[in-house]
Structure formats: C-alpha cells, structure tokens
C-alpha cells in the first residue's frame, strides 16, 4: 500500500454501496478523488450489482424462499412473495 492508498470499510449493504459511489462523485466534482480511481469504485459497484441481480434472477426463479433470507442479506421473508 502507498502513502496516499487508504483504507475504507464500507457498509455492505445497498445503503453503503449507494453511499460509496455519492463519496465518488462528490469527490470527483471537488477535485478531491481521482477520475482513475472513481471509475474503478463504479466497476467494482457494477459488478456487486450484477451478483445480486443474478442471486435474485436465481432466488425468483427457483422460488427458494429460505435460500432468499439466507444470502440476501437485509431481506425480510415477508417481502418475499
């Protein structure tokens, strides 16, 4: 790790993540974060979105409902129809 890599824990929820990508683009209109490392947030964020997508695809499709509530976290089975 360099001088100026820092490390920040964000919430890993869809909250988190929404808040993380705001910090980006906050930063990119300040001048504070590097287009470089914005886009690489925003990739990383794309790809968190498509796994959750392809969990949810695989949790309709199978109507598993306890496999919904177990690795979807924050999901609540009454939301689950």
């Known amino acids: 790790m360099t001088k100026t890599d ?14 993380a990508l705001f910090d980006q683009l906050d930063g990119l209109v300040s001048g ?11 990739r990383v964020s794309a790809e968190i979105i ?11 499709l199978t109507h598993n409902k306890n496999f919904a509530a177990r690795t979807i976290p924050g999901i609540a089975m009454s939301s689950i129809k």
């Open 50 to 60: 498509k796994s959750v997508s392809v969990q949810s695809d695989l949790m309709r």
């Open 32 to 42: 504070t974060t590097k287009p470089e490392v914005a886009n690489s947030v925003a």
């Open 6 to 19: 820092k490390k920040v824990k964000v919430d890993r929820s869809f909250d988190g993540l929404r808040d």
